[in-house]
């Protein structure tokens, strides 16, 4: 299975994000953060919330990055313009346990997961989460992801994007 996804169009507030995007990227989170606060507005691009979300999760900061993930816009859109997207070339489905079958748990588990310039996968973070155990198993998938790193000027990058995983009986 090979999963492209898409970035979107440049916004106005395009070169601001740029910048944060930058810092991130220098491991440089808290001034991450306080360059994306004041542009995580209700309105804002689900890609601002996004790494809002992920430079809160780097300063250990769990409970704020789960509301800022959650703020985000599922589906990996961005305003950055970019040379080659993300590609996903290998996705495993995550399994449901026995106890979330016997219990008939069905629904969606929300991760925010760190594609890393050097082709592993960093953090994943679970921010809409299931019982018995169905939120560990989409975590476990999201970090076996096999993918190749989006490019920007040249360069393999690190990107932060939410995936869901959904469960569902089929009844």
């Known amino acids: 299975m090979v999963l492209l996804l898409s970035w979107g169009s440049v916004s106005a507030?395009?070169?601001?994000?740029e910048?944060?995007?930058t810092v991130f990227r220098s491991d440089n989170y808290s001034q991450a953060a306080n360059l994306l606060t004041p542009l995580a507005k209700?309105?804002?691009?689900g890609y601002v919330w996004m790494y809002l979300g992920a430079s809160l999760l780097k300063l250990g900061k769990e409970q704020e990055a789960a509301q800022?993930?959650?703020?985000?816009?599922a589906g990996g859109k961005s305003n950055e313009p970019l040379d080659k997207d993300l590609v996903v070339k290998k996705l495993k489905k995550a399994k449901y346990t026995a106890e979330a079958v016997s219990n008939a748990v069905?629904?969606?588990?929300?991760v925010a997961v760190e594609f890393r310039s050097d082709g592993t996968i960093g953090f994943a973070f679970p921010y809409k989460?299931?019982?018995?155990?169905?939120?560990?198993?989409?975590?476990?998938?999201?970090?076996?992801?096999k993918?190749?790193?989006?490019v920007k000027n040249g360069k393999p990058i690190t990107v932060v994007l939410p995936l869901t995983f959904s469960f569902d009986l089929g009844y």
């Open 13 to 17: 507030q395009s070169n601001l994000v």
């Open 19 to 21: 910048a944060a995007l």
């Open 42 to 45: 209700p309105e804002s691009d």
């Open 68 to 73: 800022a993930f959650a703020r985000s816009v």
């Open 106 to 110: 069905e629904g969606n588990v929300n």
């Open 129 to 145: 989460t299931l019982p018995y155990g169905l939120t560990e198993n989409a975590v476990q998938a999201a970090k076996a992801i």
């Open 147 to 150: 993918f190749t790193p989006a």
